[in-house]
């Protein structure tokens, strides 16, 4: 059964980000708002992640600055998201030729 929420630690891990860099960019990006608890212990949704693998894709991917980051994803969100599954979708693939081709080394 999968969760519906997550803590920032375990986003963070999730996505091999710091979760310094988390609560900046919910800062930065708004359409970036998880959830608070009344501690304030910040929750994340499925929705939540799908926003922070866009603007890492922009950011840290695509090397856009942040304005240009925050103009892509408020104007093209649906083509940054295709542009995400598609990153994923290949690191996926790459994956599974790193095990072939370990495996017919063996």
Do not use: C
């Amino acid at each position: 059964m999968e969760k519906v929420y997550y803590s920032i630690s375990e986003v963070a891990e999730m996505l091999k980000i710091t979760p310094s860099n988390l609560r900046f960019w919910e800062k930065e990006f708004t359409q970036l708002k998880p959830k608070r608890s009344n501690k304030g212990t910040r929750t994340y949704t499925k929705e939540d992640i799908e926003i922070i693998k866009m603007i890492h894709l922009l950011v840290n991917e695509q090397k856009l600055t942040l304005e240009g980051a925050k103009r892509k994803l408020s104007q093209k969100k649906e083509t940054v998201s295709k542009q995400q599954e598609l990153v994923e979708r290949l690191q996926n693939v790459r994956n599974e030729l790193l095990m072939i081709s370990r495996a017919l080394d063996e």
